[in-house]
């Protein structure tokens, strides 16, 4: 079956960096758009970022464009997220999912697979 296992979460400061990855099986990776979203707690799971099957388009949430950078590495059917400059606001549980549209896309509703996510936490 799927599955979609996320790392790289954790506790850091204000103005710090992480980088999350998620390791992708059961599936034909390279053929998948990958996302990711976040879920701060009383809130609705909201878009990070997205990148097509061939890493040739990526799309950000404008919360997150010029600080977040998403990459993948089909040999290893792993998506990633560099999070820098990372604000209090960024503290969520963060999900990986993937996609069958072509290309880069920002809607729940087009992602089949979700991970079970990864907590980060920034304080202030």
């Known amino acids: 079956q799927v599955q979609l296992v996320e790392s790289g979460g954790g506790l850091v400061q204000a103005g710090g960096s992480l980088r999350l990855s998620c390791a992708a099986s059961g599936l034909t990776f390279s053929t998948y758009t990958m996302g990711w979203f976040r879920q701060a707690p009383g809130k609705e799971r909201e878009f990070v970022a997205a990148i097509s099957w061939s890493g040739g388009s990526t799309y950000y949430a404008d919360s997150v464009k010029g600080r977040f950078t998403i990459s993948r590495d089909n040999a290893k059917n792993t998506v990633y997220l560099q999070m820098n400059s990372l604000k209090f606001e960024d503290t969520a549980v963060y999900y990986c999912?993937?996609?069958?549209?072509?290309?880069?896309?920002?809607?729940?509703?087009?992602?089949?697979?979700w991970g079970q996510g990864t907590q980060v936490t920034v304080s202030s």
């Open positions: 999912a993937a996609g069958t549209a072509k290309v880069a896309v920002t809607t729940r509703s087009r992602y089949v697979y």
